[in-house]
């Protein structure tokens, strides 16, 4: 029951600090993406379950936070979390650098790719308030991939330096 409520409130501070922190920043660091980063970590970690229950909560706590997608992003990261979880089990079964980059960047796309269709579809089908093409910034692309990238690799690493020096104590 503690570990439970300290991960509710763990989803909530980081979904809390990447709606007031992080997205007012400047570009590039406005689009780093801290739940999907997460999500990667503790999938390459091996705790699918956790990180299906980040991507739940996640997205359901980016739903309140934020007022235009309230269940998009749950879906798209329980389908994440699935197709990385299945990729990293299936063809990346080694835990290497290049294998962390290359789902990097494959959570990344599949995050971008279906965060678009999703608003096109609701757009299309009169849901959506705003214009479609006012969302698009395709120029956005390849620095939203690359600080996600970045901070994906740091964070793998330093967690790897950390648990090597703990292993060294015991």
């Known amino acids: 029951m503690k570990k439970n409520i300290i991960q509710i409130l763990s989803i909530i501070f980081v979904v809390i600090a990447q709606v007031s922190i992080i997205q007012p920043l ?25 990180s299906l229950y980040w991507a739940f909560g996640s997205g359901i706590f980016l ?36 294998s962390l980059i290359l789902l990097g960047i494959i959570a990344q796309s599949a995050y ?8 096109a579809l609701l757009f299309y089908a009169k849901i959506y308030p705003f214009a479609y093409s006012s969302y698009f910034r395709f120029s956005m692309i390849f620095q939203e991939m690359a600080i996600n990238l970045f901070f994906l690799i740091a964070w793998h690493m330093l967690f790897n330096i950390k648990r090597n020096k703990m292993q060294e104590k015991f």
């Open 26 to 50: 400047f570009p590039p660091i406005r689009y780093l993406n801290l739940p999907l980063i997460i999500i990667l970590l503790l999938i390459i970690r091996g705790n699918y379950q956790l």
């Open 63 to 98: 739903g309140i936070f934020e007022y235009h997608r309230f269940g998009m992003d749950a879906l798209i990261f329980i389908a994440i979390a699935i197709l990385i979880n299945f990729l990293y089990n299936n063809l990346f079964t080694n835990a290497s650098m290049v």
């Open 112 to 119: 971008i790719i279906s965060h678009w269709l999703l608003i």
